[in-house]
């Protein structure tokens, strides 16, 4: 196993908090994270003076200083809780504490189904006034994963293929995706992101459980919640 593998393997963690406790911190910092959201946002669209925005900015350092004062050395990882709840905190589309995350947040099925209704401001912006076709990569990529990991078939995505239909506006979006089928390792899913006109993006994806969760190991770190 190389070092890479080994040191990705360390931020899958079992750790004892109890539910009540992940409440307490989702309370906690899930404020804190919408806070910084709406910051992205407005340190994109605001029109005040300068002297306005060098004070702003003071108070973003003055409140940069104190965060800084206690940091994990990150990244995030992915952590159990001691009822096998999951915290995927860090997850770039998903994560309660990332606000670069949407953050989406699915409905699943155990038979291999996510969808998720969301919100894309204008952070996510590529043509203008439309989503930029990454952020659609994303957001399909997260559905995917996600529905194979609810069909208790999770894997890291090998391939992913989309079709990009038509233009995806910015505003209030809706992505689902469903496990087609499973074959040994290898988890076929398939999905869409839709508008207010109807599927923007088709998604065709390949996840792959790996190497180094097949087998012994992976007791560890692989259960699906
Ligand atoms: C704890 C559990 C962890 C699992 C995780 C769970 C995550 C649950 C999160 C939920 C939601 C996240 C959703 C976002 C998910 C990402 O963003 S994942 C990040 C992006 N993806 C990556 O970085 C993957 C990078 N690639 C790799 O790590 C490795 O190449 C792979 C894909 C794991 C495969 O490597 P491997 O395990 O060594 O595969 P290998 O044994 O060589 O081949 C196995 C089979 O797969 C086929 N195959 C290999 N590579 C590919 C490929 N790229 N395309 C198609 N087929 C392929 C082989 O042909 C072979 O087929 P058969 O011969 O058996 O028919």
């Known amino acids: 196993m190389t070092d890479s593998i080994a040191q990705q393997q360390m931020l899958y963690v079992r750790d004892e908090m109890s539910d009540a406790e992940i ?27 300068g002297p306005e925005v060098r004070a702003a900015q003071e108070h973003l350092e003055s409140a940069k200083q104190i965060l800084r004062t206690r940091v994990n050395p990150g990244p995030y990882g992915v952590r159990w809780g001691a009822s096998g709840q999951k915290r995927a ?20 099925d155990a038979d291999g189904r996510a969808w998720t209704d ?10 203008a006034g439309l989503t930029h076709g990454g952020i659609a990569a994303l957001v399909l990529d997260q559905a995917l994963g996600s529905a194979a990991e609810a069909g208790g078939a999770p894997g890291m995505t090998g391939t992913l293929n989309l079709r990009y239909l038509r233009p995806t506006p910015l505003g209030a979006l809706h992505a689902e995706a469903r496990i087609d089928r499973v074959e040994g390792i290898k988890t076929i899913v398939t999905g869409q992101l839709s508008g207010p006109d ?3 993006v088709e998604a065709e994806g390949i996840f792959i459980l790996p190497r180094w969760a097949r087998g012994g190991d992976s007791a560890k770190v692989s259960d699906p919640v």
């Open 23 to 49: 409440a307490e911190q989702a309370d906690l910092y899930g404020p804190l994270t919408d806070s910084v959201r709406e910051l992205i946002e407005l340190a994109l669209l605001t029109e005040v003076d």
């Open 89 to 108: 905190w860090g997850n770039a589309a998903a994560g309660l504490r990332n606000a670069i995350a949407p953050p989406l947040v699915f409905n699943f």
């Open 118 to 127: 969301f919100h894309l401001g204008s952070a996510y912006e590529g043509p």
């Open 198 to 200: 109807g599927v923007c």
